[in-house]
């Protein structure tokens, strides 16, 4: 099988040439390849620090393409008398040369933007200059919310307030006929349909956002005494993101199609679907329901997002609706890479083993017998005679009767043997499954130059697994295991679960790394464009990575932004430290320091020269 099943979740953007390089093909099968590695390689002679986030524009012109060009097909086949318009929900990513990329990728398609929260409508509505374009407003409302949100149709944009919670309808009637306006409404149904896996919450009837039917009714009511019942155009549900399960989709596609046909039938002007997001994203490349993955493809979902609106409002005789989706995963995970530096790796004992000498100790005389007999045969019961002799060594030591030096070399004795049978397991079809562990206990720990925390907060939170994997050297075949711990002083800073192709998922399979033949080692994050982010946090305050923006052209590729990290500064400042405060205090604590002669006159120079040039520095370690 291919090196970290590469081709199951890279495909079609990321690939292994023969350089052994990871490659990039931000058009996906319509050409342009950037080398990885060399790429990092470039940008680090420019002066780039690691750990560095790209991200590839293309990409993301791409997966806009993509869904758009899905949902056409599907509207073709199933010859759909609507169209579909997506919007991209801002929570997923919203920094802010990637939202105006993203809108300007999307003008042929009339792309529009979700805003899910006061700041994101901010954003939304300062953004979105594409004529006919839709701003779906969704999340908790005020007063402000709404009449911002209703203005905005002045300046020719497209608001469509999705009303979530009953008191909603009260906020923009009263807006409504204040500013005289006629808003465009939708309503979130609750769904009883229950999502599925880790957001199954989103959904069902304790779901936290969400209209039930009868508080629906109630909407309707309201709007209809105000004369405002043909504001009310769409209907929104959205059941939870990562949605591993295609029938899971079309549960809820089929109870919220008929929603909107009753809603057509008594009196609302509807128009528009909005079928939230939910569109997941294969990060393991399995194409199974599993949490990382999916049992189907963006096709399979757009051709069933529209047979099921097509069926529902034929049977129900209302006019099609405009599909409209909120796509955020399947948009932006693909587009940007962590890329990350090895620092060093947990110490195991040197290859080689002192000859026996004579007159040791007859346990060290059965470790040697144990390792010198080890062969395909007897590896198991090779393996049990190695723990029992460590286990007995352990005891002697307890009561005084092995010496330090001894229980040293009962320790490199061991680890030895478990090397020689490891090499014979890996040989082996069938492990017995008391072995199957062996290369977990075995496996170094490797410390890596970023923080779990801020880069990828959801591997910590909700145990949420991306491909990992060396971005050079995949010519020469990955010959360790290890695990990746960050920099914080966090247990939890370490990443558990990867992509395997035969060892464990607990275990990651990388090539040696020694800290002193100078080469870097770099690893690369994939698929973390989506979420990661926004959520990232300051945990023993390692900031914001810097950001290269990679644009393909005829020759290769263009650095289009460069957004800096955090200075440890910046950092400081967030918790309220002031730099020139800091520094004064070091400077007067040295000088008294000086006084008393308890530092000279160089030294000092040296500490205060490296405190400030600290504080204008990245926050992450430097290799030199
Ligand atoms: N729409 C709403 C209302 C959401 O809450 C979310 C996120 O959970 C999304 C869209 C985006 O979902 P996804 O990233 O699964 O496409």
């Known amino acids: 099988e291919e090196l970290y099943l590469i081709n199951g979740w890279g495909e079609p953007y990321f690939s292994i040439n023969e350089a052994g390089h990871v490659t990039v093909s931000p058009r996906g099968d319509r050409g342009g390849c950037i080398d990885l590695f060399d790429l990092v390689s470039d940008l680090r002679q420019r002066g780039l620090r690691l750990p560095l986030l790209l991200r590839f524009s293309d990409i993301l012109a791409d997966r806009i393409e993509r869904l758009n060009a899905c949902f056409a097909r599907a509207i073709a086949r199933y010859n759909y008398q609507g169209v579909y318009r997506g919007v991209y929900p801002v929570k997923v990513n919203q920094q802010k040369h990637l939202v105006a990329e993203l809108t300007k990728f999307g003008q042929p398609f009339q792309f529009g933007l979700e805003a899910g ?6 954003i939304a509505i300062a953004t979105l200059k594409t004529p006919g374009a839709l701003l779906i407003c969704n999340g908790y409302k005020d007063r402000e919310y709404v009449e911002t949100a209703m203005l905005s149709q002045r300046l020719g944009k497209k608001p469509i307030i999705v009303l979530e919670q009953l008191e ?8 409504a006929q204040k500013l005289g306006i006629k808003p465009n409404l939708g309503v979130r149904a609750k769904l009883s349909s229950k999502g599925s896996g880790r957001w199954a919450e989103s959904a069902g009837d304790r779901a936290k956002f969400g209209l039930h039917m009868w508080e629906i009714l109630t909407v309707v009511e309201k709007l209809a005494a105000a004369d405002l019942l043909d504001s009310l155009q769409l209907l929104h549900f959205h059941i939870g993101s990562q949605i591993s399960a295609i029938s899971t989709i079309k549960d809820a596609l089929r109870e919220a199609a008929q929603i909107y046909v009753q809603l057509a039938k008594i009196g609302a002007n509807m128009q528009y679907i909005d079928v939230g997001g939910g569109l997941a994203v294969d990060y393991d490349g399995t194409k199974t329901n599993s949490a990382a993955s999916k049992n189907y493809n963006m096709q399979n979902y757009a051709y ?28 932006a995970s693909h587009q940007s890479i962590l890329i990350f530096d090895v620092l060093g790796t947990s110490s195991r004992p040197q290859a080689g083993i002192e000859p026996l000498q004579p007159g040791e100790h007859l346990i060290i005389r059965n470790l040697f017998e144990t390792l010198e007999n080890i062969n395909a045969q007897n590896y198991q019961e090779a393996y049990h005679d190695a723990i029992q002799f460590k286990g007995e060594a352990a ?20 680890w030895e043997c478990c090397d020689r049978i490891l090499k014979i397991v890996r040989q082996q079809e069938h492990v017995p499954d008391e072995l199957s562990d062996l290369e977990i206990s075995m496996a170094q720990t490797y410390y890596c130059n970023l923080s779990v925390f801020q880069s990828i907060p959801d591997n910590w939170a909700i145990g949420q697994m991306f491909p990992i994997m060396p971005i050079h050297r995949l010519n020469q075949e990955p010959s360790n295991r290890g695990t990746i711990a960050d920099l914080t002083c966090d247990s939890d800073g370490h990443i558990k679960e990867f992509i395997a192709r035969y060892s464990s998922k607990e275990i990651l399979e990388l090539h040696p790394f020694d800290k002193n033949d100078n080469d870097p080692y770099i690893l690369g994050l994939f698929l973390g464009g989506a979420y990661q982010e926004i959520l990232g946090d300051l945990h023993n305050l390692f900031g914001d990575t810097d950001t290269v923006h990679i644009h393909i052209t005829h020759r290769g590729y263009k650095v289009e932004h460069v957004v800096k990290g955090d200075t440890m500064n ?27 002669d308890a530092i000279t006159i160089d030294e000092a120079r040296l500490l205060l020269q490296n405190f400030e040039h600290s504080l204008d520095g990245y926050t992450y370690l430097s290799p030199t």
């Open 117 to 122: 929260s006061k700041p994101e409508l901010l």
């Open 168 to 175: 909603e309808v009260d906020l923009a009637i009263a807006a």
């Open 304 to 331: 069933d997002v529209v047979a099921e609106i097509k069926e529902a409002c034929a049977e129900g005789k209302v006019e099609p609706p405009t599909i409209v989706s909120e796509s955020g995963r399947a948009i």
């Open 395 to 414: 005891s002697l030591f307890g009561f005084g009767y092995l010496g330090l030096r001894e229980r040293a070399r009962v320790e490199r004795l061991y």
């Open 570 to 596: 910046e950092v400081l400042e967030y918790v309220q430290y002031s730099r020139g405060e800091l520094l004064e205090s070091m400077r007067r604590e040295t000088e008294a320091a000086l006084q008393e």
